[in-house]
């Protein structure tokens, strides 16, 4: 997790109780939801990025760890970030994606799908182009070519 999330994701615990969320610019938004334009910039903040219960070392339900061992198998590098430190991120991301569940997976800043369609996309090869359009090579592809 590079700085920036870290910053997020911590002052989103330390205000989570207080019933405010500070962003790392230093805005305060309502306990309902994280504002959509803080949302954006995490998922701008790098190249793949999954919202998910847990984190890559302990995912905290099945799905996500689904999502973790195909971009593991593909040595993808993604930000990450645990919805379950805070109700403002987990119901933020929703709303943000206008989808309803968790993982969330987000390819060069568009929301890609969840668990299932990311499955799909690694069983019929689809995954390693999308990462190939963003400059993201899979280890599958390093892999076939030994």
């Known amino acids: 997790m590079n700085v920036f999330a870290r910053t997020i994701s911590q002052n989103l615990l330390r205000y989570h109780r207080t019933g405010l969320v500070q962003a790392a610019v230093g805005r305060s938004f309502s306990a309902s939801a994280l504002d959509s334009k803080e949302i954006e910039k995490l998922v701008n903040n790098n190249k793949v990025v999954v919202f998910m219960k ?12 689904a999502v973790v061992q195909i971009l593991r198998m593909h040595s993808v590098n993604y930000d990450s970030h645990d919805v379950l430190l805070s109700d403002e991120l987990r119901q933020g991301i929703k709303d943000f994606s206008n989808w309803p569940t968790i993982p969330q997976v987000f390819i060069n800043g568009e929301f890609v799908g969840g668990c299932d369609i990311l499955l799909q996309m690694h069983q019929n090869g689809e995954l390693i182009e999308e990462l190939k359009k963003i400059g993201i090579e899979s280890a599958l592809v390093k892999e076939g070519e030994k």
């Open 54 to 65: 847990g984190n890559p070392e302990a995912p905290r339900c099945g799905f996500s760890n």
